[in-house]
């Protein structure tokens, strides 16, 4: 079985493309069925942000994996297969175990070194556990994806070369001014109470705005945001904020009030639409700045002509992510990021091969498992026709031959079966198994027990580590 990756991002498709591409997160469990249900795949996993959505998969047919994994995620994600071939990209092997450590170190980013990533791995690979799809592979894969990325981060300063999408996103809107200065005071109104919602709340917070509203579909989230923003030690304690939760139905009548709006929730329509910005906005003399960070968009793209009215969306973040080539760095600056961006692709390319080591020599133990255990049963067959010939053995004879052939076994094995793992980790030495196999005629069905097994291992250790 081999690693396969289809997906598509911010650097392969144009924003439209990825927001009719998006997955909605409760269509993420059902699509992961399907995949493993195609009959090229066993496992399986999705990674689904705002600029980027990939499936994960082991499979044992290259050409019909691409085909069923391309078909599949078209057909859930409302995009037809022909507006997203294009756009979409292939990985494969070593490449996609390189390219998911290089999404975790933030190298693929819209905001190279951002750390949101990490944890949206993280809610992958538990996705993937709770619909029991990911296997000894794809658990593998994922768990060192994220120590890879801790380690980019903790060994270099790759996440001062970039900020979260957030905090790009508040630049964006600030423009030249310092985001505390410009959002100090200020009304704000955050709709989502996700991951990135929380995360942009907790920015504004700490950047002193006045007020803050927080509306979410599931009120007890909203509620819970705003009890941790406020509680004694959180982040709005000691600057007086005032916070509350608002139900989705008051987010028209807080927009009268709200100065800064920002939005990310999974929706899969449009939230505030150009009407309702203009209606807001109508008789104010101030002006409203949104950032919508939802994929698909949750703010009506119109609001870009609506004057009083300034909104950063995916789309411009990610021009101003390409347009951001390091000229407007201080200077020694660009040199700095170059360094750590370097630094940190040596440790993906150094963690690639170690994984790829692991992996060969994991590939190989199901056949060497196999011969010990055809071994142990030609030396039980022996022992039990000796003990028919020499019927008169005691046990004391008995047991010290039986531990004398088994002896003798092990040493013939020993060294054949450690030199075949260490040549089976090396770079071309999946064809080791397959010798061994032939070599010793050994039972394939065994040896895909032994396979199997090492897989539900896998997908039980996961369960474990949840409970």
């Known amino acids: 079985m081999s690693l396969l990756v289809v997906g598509l991002s911010h650097r392969s498709a144009p924003v439209s493309v990825l927001e009719r591409a998006a997955l909605a997160p409760e269509g993420r469990g059902k699509l992961l069925q399907d995949v493993v249900s195609a009959e090229?795949?066993?496992?399986?996993?999705?990674?689904?942000?705002?600029?980027?959505?990939?499936?994960?998969?082991?499979?044992?047919?290259?050409?019909?994996?691409?085909a069923e994994l391309s078909t599949l995620l078209a057909r859930h994600s409302g995009a037809g297969l022909e507006e997203l071939t294009p756009y979409l990209y292939v990985h494969y092997e070593d490449r996609a175990v390189h390219h998911l450590f290089s999404v975790a170190c933030g190298l693929d980013s819209m905001v190279v070194g951002e750390g949101q990533i990490l944890g949206q791995i993280k809610d992958a690979l538990a996705v993937a556990q709770e619909q029991h799809t990911a296997g000894r592979l794809l658990n593998d894969l994922f768990q060192q994806a994220l120590r890879v990325g801790k380690r980019a981060h903790s060994e270099?300063?790759?996440?001062?070369?970039?900020?979260?999408?957030v905090?790009?996103?508040?630049?964006?809107?600030?423009?030249?001014?310092d985001v505390a200065a410009w959002a100090r005071g200020k009304r704000a109104l955050v709709i989502g109470a996700g991951s990135m919602s929380s995360l942009a709340a907790t920015t504004l917070v700490r950047s002193g705005v006045g007020e803050l509203a927080v509306a979410n579909r599931t009120p007890a989230r909203a509620e819970r945001l705003v009890q941790i923003l406020t509680e004694p030690g959180g982040p709005g304690a000691a600057t007086g904020?005032?916070?509350?939760?608002?139900?989705?139905?008051?987010?028209?009548?807080?927009?009268?009030?709200?100065?800064?709006?920002?939005s990310c929730t999974g929706a899969a329509g449009l939230l505030l639409t150009g009407e309702q910005i203009a209606a807001a906005l109508a008789g104010r003399t101030d002006r409203m700045w949104l950032l919508d960070l939802a994929m698909p968009r949750d703010i009506d793209a119109a609001v870009h002509r609506i004057d009083g009215a300034r909104l950063v969306d995916i789309e411009s973040l990610a021009d101003a992510a390409a347009a951001a080539d390091g000229t407007d760095r201080p200077a020694g600056s660009a040199g700095a990021v170059a360094a750590d961006v370097d630094a940190v692709r040596r440790i993906v390319a150094d963690e690639v091969a170690a994984f790829g080591a692991a992996q060969r020599a994991a590939h190989i133990t199901p056949t060497v498992v196999a011969l010990r255990t055809m071994a142990a049963d030609v030396v039980s067959g022996e022992i039990a026709r000796l003990e028919g010939r020499l019927p008169g053995l005691d046990d004391k004879q008995?047991?010290?031959?039986?531990?004398?052939?088994?002896?003798?076994?092990?040493?013939?094995?020993?060294?054949p079966?450690?030199?075949?793992?260490?040549?089976?980790?090396?770079?071309?030495?999946?064809?080791?198994?397959?010798?061994?196999?032939?070599?010793?005629?050994?039972?394939?069905?065994?040896?895909?027990?032994?396979?199997?097994?090492?897989?539900?291992?896998?997908?039980?250790?996961?369960?474990?580590?949840?409970?």
């Open 40 to 66: 090229p795949a066993t496992e399986a996993a999705v990674l689904a942000t705002c600029n980027r959505i990939e499936l994960y998969a082991d499979v044992d047919k290259f050409h019909a994996g691409v």
């Open 156 to 165: 270099t300063g790759i996440d001062k070369a970039g900020q979260s999408l």
């Open 167 to 177: 905090t790009f996103g508040l630049e964006q809107l600030a423009r030249d001014a």
């Open 241 to 262: 904020l005032t916070a509350r939760a608002v139900a989705m139905d008051a987010v028209a009548a807080e927009l009268a009030r709200a100065e800064i709006v920002v």
């Open 398 to 415: 008995r047991a010290e031959i039986t531990q004398t052939v088994r002896r003798v076994v092990d040493k013939l094995l020993h060294a």
């Open 417 to 467: 079966t450690v030199r075949v793992k260490q040549l089976a980790s090396e770079p071309g030495g999946a064809g080791y198994a397959d010798a061994l196999r032939e070599l010793f005629d050994l039972d394939p069905q065994t040896v895909a027990a032994v396979s199997t097994a090492d897989t539900r291992a896998g997908r039980n250790d996961a369960a474990r580590e949840r409970s």
